[in-house]
């Protein structure tokens, strides 16, 4: 499975010159919410979500009120969905 996802990948990357503007995909990750990340530069939003050994970066700052969610679900297990 996993090689089978990463050979969409490299094709996907292949074809980014290419695609359209309303192409999308969506996403939705189960897992553990961290809120209040800091980098050494600041490069990062302060906010990711852990599941199964991957960590995605969430970016928040343009969903109204959905920093202080975060900050308010911090440590606990949500569902996050969004378009990558």
């Known amino acids: 499975?996993?090689?089978a996802l990463v050979?969409?990948?490299l094709a996907a990357?292949?074809?980014s010159a290419s695609s359209s503007p309303s192409d999308y995909?969506?996403?939705e990750v189960c897992g553990t919410l961290r809120a209040g990340m800091m980098a050494i530069g600041g490069e990062?939003?302060?906010v990711v979500i852990n599941?199964?050994?991957v960590t995605w970066e969430?970016?928040?700052r343009q969903a109204p009120g959905a920093m202080?969610?975060?900050?308010?679900?911090d440590g606990r297990k949500v569902v996050v969905k969004g378009t990558l």
């Open 58 to 60: 969430l970016e928040l």
């Open 68 to 73: 202080a969610r975060a900050q308010s679900l």
């Open 51 to 53: 599941a199964k050994g």
């Open 13 to 15: 990357a292949g074809e």
């Open 25 to 27: 995909i969506k996403v």
């Open 7 to 9: 050979f969409m990948t």
């Open 1 to 3: 499975m996993w090689l």
């Open 44 to 46: 990062t939003t302060g």
